[in-house]
Protein backbone atom coordinates (compact mmCIF):
# COMPACT_ATOMS: atom_id res chain seq x y z
CA UNK A 1 0.00 0.00 0.00
CA UNK A 2 1.74 3.13 -0.85
CA UNK A 3 2.18 6.03 1.73
CA UNK A 4 -0.18 8.42 0.21
CA UNK A 5 -2.96 6.19 0.16
CA UNK A 6 -6.57 7.74 1.13
CA UNK A 7 -9.62 5.11 2.31
CA UNK A 8 -12.27 5.18 -0.12
CA UNK A 9 -14.67 4.30 2.48
CA UNK A 10 -15.80 8.04 2.99
CA UNK A 11 -17.08 8.00 -0.41
CA UNK A 12 -19.17 5.03 0.05
CA UNK A 13 -22.74 5.59 0.07
CA UNK A 14 -25.48 3.31 1.17
CA UNK A 15 -27.40 1.19 -1.07
CA UNK A 16 -30.27 2.36 -3.00
CA UNK A 17 -33.49 0.01 -1.58
CA UNK A 18 -31.84 0.04 2.50
CA UNK A 19 -29.41 2.74 2.30
CA UNK A 20 -27.22 0.81 4.06
CA UNK A 21 -23.59 1.04 3.90
CA UNK A 22 -23.07 -3.04 4.99
CA UNK A 23 -25.44 -3.92 2.19
CA UNK A 24 -23.45 -1.91 -0.17
CA UNK A 25 -20.20 -3.44 0.54
CA UNK A 26 -21.51 -7.03 0.40
CA UNK A 27 -23.31 -5.78 -3.14
CA UNK A 28 -19.74 -4.37 -3.94
CA UNK A 29 -17.52 -7.75 -3.00
CA UNK A 30 -20.51 -9.76 -4.94
CA UNK A 31 -20.24 -8.07 -8.00
CA UNK A 32 -18.18 -9.29 -11.02
CA UNK A 33 -16.30 -7.59 -13.66
CA UNK A 34 -18.43 -4.18 -12.78
CA UNK A 35 -21.82 -5.19 -13.17
CA UNK A 36 -23.50 -3.84 -10.15
CA UNK A 37 -27.07 -3.80 -10.94
CA UNK A 38 -26.59 -7.85 -11.65
CA UNK A 39 -24.96 -8.18 -8.15
CA UNK A 40 -27.64 -5.97 -6.63
CA UNK A 41 -30.52 -7.74 -7.88
CA UNK A 42 -29.09 -10.77 -6.45
CA UNK A 43 -29.06 -9.83 -2.98
CA UNK A 44 -32.21 -8.04 -3.09
CA UNK A 45 -33.36 -11.76 -4.53
CA UNK A 46 -31.61 -13.34 -1.55
CA UNK A 47 -33.01 -10.81 1.12
CA UNK A 48 -36.18 -11.73 -0.38
CA UNK A 49 -35.55 -15.72 0.15
CA UNK A 50 -34.47 -14.93 3.72
CA UNK A 51 -37.27 -12.32 4.49
CA UNK A 52 -39.93 -15.46 3.81
CA UNK A 53 -38.35 -18.34 5.60
CA UNK A 54 -37.51 -15.28 8.65
CA UNK A 55 -41.13 -14.02 9.86
CA UNK A 56 -41.34 -10.32 11.67
CA UNK A 57 -37.56 -9.64 11.05
CA UNK A 58 -36.69 -6.33 9.80
CA UNK A 59 -33.89 -7.02 6.01
CA UNK A 60 -31.23 -4.90 7.91
CA UNK A 61 -31.32 -6.70 11.02
CA UNK A 62 -31.26 -10.36 8.90
CA UNK A 63 -27.81 -10.39 6.82
CA UNK A 64 -26.01 -7.28 9.86
CA UNK A 65 -26.98 -10.20 12.43
CA UNK A 66 -25.57 -12.65 9.85
CA UNK A 67 -21.93 -10.39 9.50
CA UNK A 68 -22.19 -10.32 12.93
CA UNK A 69 -21.86 -14.07 13.27
CA UNK A 70 -19.30 -14.06 10.74
CA UNK A 71 -16.79 -11.66 12.10
CA UNK A 72 -13.92 -13.41 13.68
CA UNK A 73 -12.61 -12.64 16.98
CA UNK A 74 -8.67 -13.42 16.89
CA UNK A 75 -6.89 -14.77 13.95
CA UNK A 76 -3.33 -15.90 13.14
CA UNK A 77 -0.61 -14.50 11.68
CA UNK A 78 3.04 -16.05 11.12
CA UNK A 79 5.70 -14.15 13.12
CA UNK A 80 9.34 -15.55 12.11
CA UNK A 81 11.77 -15.85 14.79
CA UNK A 82 14.94 -17.35 14.62
CA UNK A 83 14.57 -20.04 12.27
CA UNK A 84 11.21 -20.89 13.10
CA UNK A 85 7.77 -19.29 11.75
CA UNK A 86 5.27 -18.97 14.50
CA UNK A 87 1.19 -18.95 13.99
CA UNK A 88 0.90 -16.22 16.55
CA UNK A 89 -2.68 -15.76 17.89
CA UNK A 90 -3.57 -11.72 17.72
CA UNK A 91 -6.84 -9.56 17.96
CA UNK A 92 -8.82 -8.56 14.94
CA UNK A 93 -9.69 -4.97 14.21
CA UNK A 94 -13.64 -4.02 13.45
CA UNK A 95 -12.96 -3.07 9.80
CA UNK A 96 -10.74 -6.54 9.17
CA UNK A 97 -13.49 -7.83 10.87
CA UNK A 98 -16.26 -6.95 8.79
CA UNK A 99 -14.10 -7.78 5.63
CA UNK A 100 -13.10 -10.83 6.82
CA UNK A 101 -16.73 -11.55 7.38
CA UNK A 102 -17.81 -10.69 4.05
CA UNK A 103 -14.82 -12.12 2.48
CA UNK A 104 -16.17 -15.31 3.89
CA UNK A 105 -19.50 -15.22 2.92
CA UNK A 106 -18.95 -14.96 -1.05
CA UNK A 107 -16.57 -16.81 -0.94
CA UNK A 108 -19.11 -19.54 0.71
CA UNK A 109 -21.91 -18.33 -1.34
CA UNK A 110 -19.63 -18.73 -4.66
CA UNK A 111 -18.43 -22.39 -3.30
CA UNK A 112 -21.65 -23.75 -4.06
CA UNK A 113 -22.76 -24.78 -7.42
CA UNK A 114 -25.37 -25.67 -8.76
CA UNK A 115 -28.20 -22.82 -8.17
CA UNK A 116 -28.39 -18.59 -9.10
CA UNK A 117 -26.13 -17.07 -6.98
CA UNK A 118 -29.31 -15.49 -5.45
CA UNK A 119 -30.45 -18.35 -4.11
CA UNK A 120 -27.17 -19.87 -3.08
CA UNK A 121 -26.98 -16.16 -0.90
CA UNK A 122 -29.80 -16.67 0.49
CA UNK A 123 -28.81 -20.44 2.32
CA UNK A 124 -25.47 -18.40 3.30
CA UNK A 125 -26.92 -15.83 4.75
CA UNK A 126 -30.19 -17.55 6.00
CA UNK A 127 -27.30 -20.47 7.77
CA UNK A 128 -25.10 -17.44 8.92
CA UNK A 129 -27.80 -15.94 10.58
CA UNK A 130 -28.84 -19.14 12.60
CA UNK A 131 -25.00 -19.56 13.18
CA UNK A 132 -24.17 -22.23 10.93
CA UNK A 133 -23.07 -22.57 7.31
CA UNK A 134 -19.90 -23.03 5.90
CA UNK A 135 -18.69 -19.09 6.86
CA UNK A 136 -19.19 -19.39 10.46
CA UNK A 137 -17.44 -22.85 9.93
CA UNK A 138 -14.35 -20.88 8.59
CA UNK A 139 -14.70 -18.22 11.75
CA UNK A 140 -14.93 -21.47 14.35
CA UNK A 141 -11.96 -22.99 12.30
CA UNK A 142 -9.62 -19.56 12.55
CA UNK A 143 -10.96 -19.15 16.08
CA UNK A 144 -9.61 -22.80 16.75
CA UNK A 145 -6.41 -22.34 15.15
CA UNK A 146 -5.99 -19.09 18.01
CA UNK A 147 -6.51 -21.53 20.89
CA UNK A 148 -4.30 -23.90 19.76
CA UNK A 149 -1.82 -21.73 19.04
CA UNK A 150 -2.38 -19.80 22.20
CA UNK A 151 1.25 -20.37 23.35
CA UNK A 152 2.81 -18.53 21.13
CA UNK A 153 1.01 -15.40 21.99
CA UNK A 154 3.69 -14.09 23.82
CA UNK A 155 5.62 -13.34 20.58
CA UNK A 156 2.66 -10.76 19.34
CA UNK A 157 4.70 -7.65 19.68
Avoid at 46 to 73: S, W, Y
Wanted: charge should be positive.
Amino acid sequence: MPRSYKSTEVFLQGDPRYNSKLASKIINKLMLQGKKSTAQRAFYEAIDIVLKKVENADPVDVFTKAIENIKPRVEVRSKRVGGATYQVPKEVNKRRQQSLAIRWLIDATRAKRGKPIGKRLSEELFDAYNNQGAAVTKKDNVHKMAEANSAYSHFAW
